[in-house]
């Protein structure tokens, strides 16, 4: 994993984290800061977009 990958990673973990957790309102864009990620989730994947920036952050879960 290149360092610029890594340095991104951390900045979507706690969102990812609340995420898992079921909490998929209210959070703020780490590039941005904007309000309102449009966040997918399914029990094999998840997708989480800016609608301001357009930045994205998509994964597969592992069960």
Same mark, same amino acid.
């Given at each position: ?22 909490? /998929? ?5 780490? $590039? %941005?800061?904007?309000? @309102?990620?449009?966040? =997918?989730? /399914? ?5 989480? $977009? %800016?609608?301001?920036? @357009?930045?994205?952050? =998509? ?5």
């Amino acid at each position: 994993m290149k360092e610029h990958d890594y340095d991104e990673l951390v900045s979507w973990q706690d969102i990812l984290d609340e995420i898992m957790a079921g909490r /998929t309102k209210g959070h703020r864009c780490p $590039k %941005c800061h904007a309000e @309102g990620l449009n966040v =997918e989730k /399914t029990p094999a994947r998840v997708s989480v $977009k %800016c609608n301001q920036c @357009g930045v994205t952050f =998509e994964g597969r879960l592992q069960l």
